[in-house]
């Protein structure tokens, strides 16, 4: 190693050689090896990229605003990569700014690229010099990894080897699962105790948590108080002390129940989950953990962040891809991501591939797809017989979970767990679930039956492994538990069976065939009739978005062949049943001579092939339901999915009419003690406070159950009045984009960015991005989009976060992630009152629950949602505004008691937006 690494060359001189280049909105600027910047326009940037190696920032984003593919370019020097490179696991926004501030650089604080492009150099510099440093932490593996990224053609191979000199050869090597810490097993812990929690004790424990001297929040304290009664000992089986809790923001609900959660589990030794719907609150969560083990250590043995298995690094999955990758066959890309990979694979906290430490910008960079495929995103795992099974992060968070007094989890997750282990006496028993006004979506997602293309594919996948010649694992059912079964000829004959029934689903290249008329097998002819009804029903097919009609009078042909898949799913389900039973019986017949990886192992296969066994049983009762009377329980319709004009699915899906039925019945029921919360539970505060309540009950499946809930709302402390506008634009032509473009560049403008714009559709979203991105850019105000930025949704909102005067387009992923305190977040622009969409599904729970009444109800908790994010901690202020001039005055009642919502014309809101936040128009900025 020594001799290679005295060839390569001194990062120095190499970046004395190197342009730097940085692309806006509108122009570029770029910085000569002789020091001169210059501005470009686009296509002179983009020949100048494709022409040489520059230094940048960024490269997916820079080719998106050039038109341009990655693999056009000259070989760039991206600073992304080099900081995933030297500072693994370590957070940074993905942009020059972001940069600077991880490395605690100064920043032109503008996003000029003419100011930006001259601190390019000195941000690399920076990094090299950690690599060169003696307190450098992050050796681990370094040089290996940096020696196959540069043999395979990464740019900064050569550099980063010449900056680590000779300490390279200390580094260990490019295998990093290899150096991960082993889990230990431990014996099971024993059921929790009863023991329940006072209103006082969960008062001094808040306090402590505030800490002395902390401002008195009366609010908070008798939330605190109130949460209590989730955390009393159960009355009687199947009824648990379910709490209702609406908290305004600002009453600082997150500690008020962590207080009596904390306490319950320290004196009952069982744990506590706490779930949420959006990353964003599960990361305020895990901070507010650290008022309750201010001792990194402790928190980290007491607390743990649970997700589903597809979000961790499967180390096989990792192992497999980098042999490929580092093989010599792959290109550049290929090895640039896994080396990548493997840096972070070394650092991490804990394995979480999405949302964790994994730096999310690189699923733009190199395909969501390919980094899923590093994760266990099928079910494919071997359990014991896998090599990696004692490094394994999911097996090491599944144990820590075992132990750990509080569990931060996601509603999804929660509520498929609890699906899938029904009677398991592991299932969390106390449950708090934040953002309670989820519960029904999410609830309506977990509990619903798709007998589709895409899952049929999935299911035979799963069972006999990946039919065609490409590279990766996909080792089907067999591979994955014949070893365990080979003396047992019954449960060998079901898994033959098995796997030769799933011949029936579709197979490989199902998607061309359906949409070029030509099925195979029963599975894809019966997709096939239901496109045919769908097109034959509805009465315009063109537009790029999906296609749906209802299941009623189907075609004689349609149901045939209903009746040939649902003989085929039976011979399914079949042996999958049977094959589960086996599974278990095994379990109990050889208990002596099993050792606990094996039992783990047909445990874990068992309950998958039940869950799969099951989807089979309900697929085909929904096809033999086809020629009966529907289930009023349940709304079928037979649906084609389209992305952008593209068919990508067809299937015949299956909701619950009410889906908090199931979930009271698995998730409620089971459960000792649960408090749902949010600031937006009930729709409105009327008289009738009774008839509000039983609305929010019906939300959250309260209502199913026999014991009612305690029931407690606490208004928000902010000074709504005072620091708040709503106003109701009302004269913009509904249609014009034109207008409405116009009215959100102005806006932005009049509150020189801090804005927020909302859409209910994204090709509004699209078209106004493209009339307003050049006017703001002008304006020096930064704007990003959902939909458009190749960046995923929480890194642009971190990147606004990070930014006062940015401006970002999202749809219903922001509204819901979006939790900006302070100004940079000080005006919300929502292009069209948020009426739920008139699919199937909506029609007949809009029947059920209350006609046009379930419509206002649904608009206005989205609004009061989106008004939500507007004001987050005191001294915040902000302006609401809705851009729909037909806005029913019945909706407004949705904002909290305070500002009046006011209806003026454009220019006048433009004014009133200008004086609220006392800005002065200027030659840049002719709005302000
Ligand atoms: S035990 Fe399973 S998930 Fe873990 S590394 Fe092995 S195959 Fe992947």
């Not at 024993?190 to 505030?210: F, G, I, T, Y």
């Not at 729709?683 to 305690?710: C, F, I, N, Y």
């Amino acid at each position: 190693m020594t001799d290679a690494i005295a060839t390569f060359p001194d990062p120095e001189t190499v970046l004395s050689r190197l342009p730097a280049l940085v692309v806006g909105h509108r122009d570029a600027a770029r910085l000569s090896v002789d020091g001169e910047i210059t501005s470009l326009k686009f296509n002179e940037a983009a020949r100048a990229l494709t022409d040489e190696a520059h230094l940048v920032c960024n490269l997916p984003l820079i080719t998106r605003k050039l038109r341009l593919n990655v693999g056009q370019t000259a070989a760039s020097f991206d600073l992304l990569e080099l900081f995933a490179f030297v500072r693994p696991a370590r957070f940074t926004l993905p942009t020059i700014f972001g940069l600077a501030q991880s490395l605690s650089l100064a920043h032109p604080l503008t996003s000029d690229p003419i100011d930006e492009v001259a601190i390019l150099g000195t941000l690399a510099r920076c990094l090299l010099a950690d690599l060169s440093a003696d307190t450098y932490r992050w050796h681990k593996g370094v040089a290996a990894t940096a020696m196959a990224m540069a043999r395979a053609g990464w740019p900064w191979g050569p550099v980063v080897l010449g900056a680590l000199g000779p300490r390279a050869e200390r580094s260990g090597g490019l295998a990093a699962w290899q150096g991960l810490p082993e889990w230990e097993d431990g014996a099971p812990p024993p059921p929790p105790s009863d023991h329940s929690v006072s209103e006082n004790e969960a008062s001094q424990r808040l306090a402590s948590l505030l800490g002395d001297g902390s401002e008195a929040r009366p609010a908070q304290a008798q939330y605190s108080r109130s949460a209590t009664h989730a955390f009393h000992p159960r009355t009687a089986q199947n009824a648990p002390n379910l709490a209702l809790a609406e908290a305004g923001t600002g009453t600082g609900k997150t500690l008020g129940y962590i207080a009596p959660a904390s306490l319950w589990a320290q004196k009952n030794g069982g744990p506590v989950w706490l779930s949420t719907y959006t990353k964003a609150l599960q990361r305020q969560i895990d901070q507010e953990l650290a008022r309750l083990y201010p001792d990194p250590k402790e928190r980290a043995a007491k607390t743990v962040i649970r997700k589903g298995r597809e979000n961790y690094a499967c180390l096989l999955n990792v192992e497999e891809a980098a042999r490929i990758s580092f093989a010599g066959a792959a290109g550049t890309r290929d090895a640039v991501l896994m080396g990548l990979v493997l840096r972070w694979l070394s650092h991490t906290r804990d394995g979480d591939m999405v949302g964790g430490d994994f730096p999310s910008w690189l699923g733009s960079y190199f395909g969501r797809a390919r980094l899923g495929a590093l994760t266990d995103h099928r079910g494919e795992c071997l359990y014991s017989a896998c090599a990696h099974y004692r490094r394994c992060f999911i097996e090491r968070v599944v144990r820590k979970t075992r132990r750990a007094e509080l569990v931060v989890a996601n509603h999804a997750l929660v509520m498929t767990q609890a699906a899938s282990r029904k009677g398991d006496p592991d299932l969390p028993r106390r449950l708090v679930f934040d953002e309670g006004h989820h519960v029904f979506d999410a609830a309506d997602s977990a509990f619903s039956a798709h007998l589709s293309g895409a899952e049929g594919a999935e299911l035979r996948r799963w069972l006999r492994g990946r039919e065609t010649a490409t590279k990766g694992r996909a080792r089907g059912l067999s591979s994955r538990v014949e070893d365990l079964l080979t003396d047992d000829d019954v449960a060998m004959g079901h898994l033959r069976d098995a796997l030769e029934a799933a011949r029936l689903l579709p197979g490989p290249g199902w998607l061309g065939r359906l949409t070029t008329d030509s099925p195979r097998g029963p599975y894809e002819q019966f997709l096939g009739h239901i496109r045919a009804q769908i097109f034959s029903r509805v009465s315009d097919a063109r537009g790029p978005h999906g296609l749906e009609c209802g299941t009623e009078s189907p075609s004689p042909d349609l149901l045939k062949a209903a009746d040939i898949l649902a003989r085929a799913m039976t011979a399914l389900s079949q042996p999958l049943t049977a094959l589960a039973k086996r599974l278990i019986a095994l379990l109990d017949e050889e208990a002596d001579s099993l050792d606990s990886a094996s039992r783990g192992r047909l445990d874990a296969t068992a309950r998958a092939l039940s869950l799969r066994s099951d989807m089979v049983r309900a697929w085909g009762t929904m096809l033999a339901d086809l020629k009966r009377t529907p289930d009023p329980a349940f709304v079928d319709w037979f649906a084609l999915d389209r992305m952008d004009g593209r068919e990508v699915d067809a299937g015949l899906y299956r909701h619950w009419l009410d889906p908090t039925k199931p979930f009271a019945d698995t998730v409620l029921e089971p459960a000792h003690g649960v408090l749902v919360t949010s600031a937006t539970l009930l729709d409105q505060r009327t008289a009738m406070e009774d008839e509000d309540w039983s609305r929010a009950e019906t939300r959250v499946g309260a209502s199913h159950l026999v014991l009612p809930a305690k029931r407690f709302s606490l208004s928000s402390p902010f000074d709504y009045a005072a620091n708040t506008r709503i106003l109701v634009v009302n004269d913009l032509r509904k249609g014009d984009v034109t207008q409405l473009a116009a009215a959100y560049r102005a806006l932005f403008l009049a509150a020189n960015g801090g804005a927020l714009g909302l859409f209910t559709a994204i090709a509004r979203l699209r078209a106004v991005h493209g009339k307003i991105m050049g006017p703001l850019e002008q304006a020096g105000l930064p704007l990003y989009a959902q939909h458009i930025d190749p960046i995923e949704t929480g890194t642009l909102v971190d990147m606004f976060r990070a930014e006062e005067q940015a401006c970002l387009l999202g749809t219903d992923a922001v509204r819901d992630g979006v939790d900006v305190p302070g100004s940079s977040l000080r005006l919300i622009v929502f292009d069209r009152v948020p009426w739920p969409r008139p699919t199937l599904l909506h029609k007949a729970r809009r029947a059920a629950f209350g006609g046009a009444l379930y419509d206002d109800m649904l608009t206005r908790l989205k609004l009061s949602q989106a008004f939500g994010r507007l004001v987050r901690r005191a001294g915040d202020r902000g302006i609401f505004v809705l851009l729909d001039a037909q806005t029913p005055s019945r909706l407004l009642s949705a904002f909290p008691d305070g500002p009046t919502p006011e209806r003026v014309g454009l220019a006048k809101a433009i004014d009133m937006t200008r004086d609220f936040f006392n800005t002065a128009p200027s030659p840049e900025n002719p709005e302000r």
